[in-house]
């Protein structure tokens, strides 16, 4: 009989060994100080613009919109046969009700509510100040950022896509790969992988874009530049673009912050941080 001493359960179990780990210093200073006041200016410039937003609910295409065109968006209300209110939401041909959420809040008329506007109540002097202080902090630290990036190779070492990356067959596996939450380990992870280098060069120029477009929609920057009304075709365009830029950027925020949980919080937010990334040397499992 033998004297070997079986585990509980009658199987031979062992500890799976972690996986080995390195650290890198992954972020410099300038991109990690850029980073989180971007992050103050975008909340600031967002809530200050949805009560802007509020003034006019509504989005047009051309030089003049109101009587001139349709609106293209318009976040309204009606009232209906017993004298309610009910918040009617336009977005081109589509149609639909959004009482609660746009056009109507808490029995008032409002494009959006007001817990997503700076200041809650109605007040389009307050808000527009916030809105340009913001502004130009925002545009000041993307100059910044820009110039600090050229200078150290920053923006053509990590987020200029290589040629092997743009290879369709490399896409599609970077696809996969997020559809499947499957993260890259070894020397795959040290870098930004394809998919997040499209990711912040189109929301890099979709910044470029808010700032251009918000210009154009001040009659002073007008008189001084009026090639802007014509570059986007009229100042309720550049009003609308604006608006679809800054949902875009709102977009891949969300994107953004669930990446960042997927992939692990705590190192995520630690290397904007520290600087310093922690990831996987073995192969996944």
């Known amino acids: 009989m033998s004297d070997a001493v079986m585990p509980i359960g009658g199987a031979d179990r062992q500890a799976t060994p972690a996986a080995p780990t390195q650290t890198i210093y992954r972020h410099a200073i300038v991109v990690r100080v850029t980073h989180w006041i971007n992050v103050i200016c975008l909340t600031f410039l967002l809530l200050s613009g949805l009560q802007i937003f509020n003034a006019h609910p509504m989005l047009y295409w051309g030089q003049y919109g109101a009587d001139a065109d349709p609106p293209f968006v318009s976040l309204g209300a009606v009232y209906t046969h017993d004298h309610s209110l009910k918040g009617v939401t336009k977005i081109g041909p589509i149609k639909f009700t959004s009482t609660g959420v746009f056009g109507v809040s808490h029995n008032e008329i409002r494009g959006y509510p007001r817990w997503l506007t700076l200041p809650a109540s109605r007040d389009l002097a307050t ?65 930004y992988n394809v998919l997040q280098k499209f990711a912040y060069l189109g929301v890099i120029l979709l910044m470029v874009l808010m700032v251009f477009t918000g210009l154009t929609m001040s009659p002073g920057i007008d008189a001084y530049a009026p090639g802007l009304v014509w570059v986007f075709g009229g100042r309720q365009s550049a009003r609308t673009i604006h608006w679809i830029c800054a949902n875009l950027i709102v977009l891949f925020v969300i994107v953004h912050v669930i990446e960042v949980f997927v992939a692990g919080v705590a190192n995520e937010i630690g290397s904007m941080i520290t600087g310093r990334y922690t990831y996987r040397t073995g192969a996944d499992h």
């Open 127 to 191: 808000g527009r100040r916030w809105h340009f202080f913001m502004a130009w902090a925002f545009v000041l630290n993307g100059l910044i950022y820009l110039v600090s990036s050229a200078i150290n190779g920053h923006f053509r070492r990590d987020l200029v896509p290589t040629n092997a990356q743009l290879a369709p067959r490399h896409i599609w596996q970077n696809i996969v790969d997020h559809a499947r939450l499957k993260h890259p380990v070894g020397e795959d992870a040290k870098t």
